[in-house]
Nanobody
């Protein structure tokens, strides 16, 4: 499966962005789709994940209440709505998929990765 992440950009603090992760080659059925991010000089970290079949979601504490993950089965796409953005949200955001019904934040458990999309939040 190929993943295509998009929607990044340069915004001011407090603004919103919506990232998209589209899959080709197979559907997201029976998958967990996650978003991760990597800031300059830092390790990649978990942001959020959604279980496609169980509709469950999971968020890192740092984004809880500001970010919302959702899916569109017709478009085979997962979205990450990011509101109230902060400069510390600046990073390259990656989407990833794991053929699993169990939602998790372990990046090593995700088999498929998109190319990343850059989000820059200015203060």
């Amino acid at each position: 499966v190929q993943l295509q992440a998009s929607g990044g950009g340069l915004v001011q603090a407090g603004a919103s962005l919506r990232l998209s992760c589209a899959a080709s080659g197979r559907t997201f059925s029976n998958c967990v789709v996650g978003w991760f991010r990597q800031a300059p000089g830092k390790e990649r970290e978990f942001v959020s994940a959604i279980s496609w079949s169980r509709h469950s979601t999971y968020y890192a504490d740092s984004v809880k209440g500001r970010f919302t993950i959702s899916r569109d089965s017709a478009r085979n796409t997962v979205y990450l709505q990011m509101n109230s953005l902060k400069p510390e949200d600046t990073a390259v955001y990656y989407c990833a998929a794991d053929v699993s019904l169990v939602i998790h934040e372990d990046e090593y458990g995700y088999d498929y990765w998109g190319q990343g999309t850059l989000v820059t939040v200015s203060s």
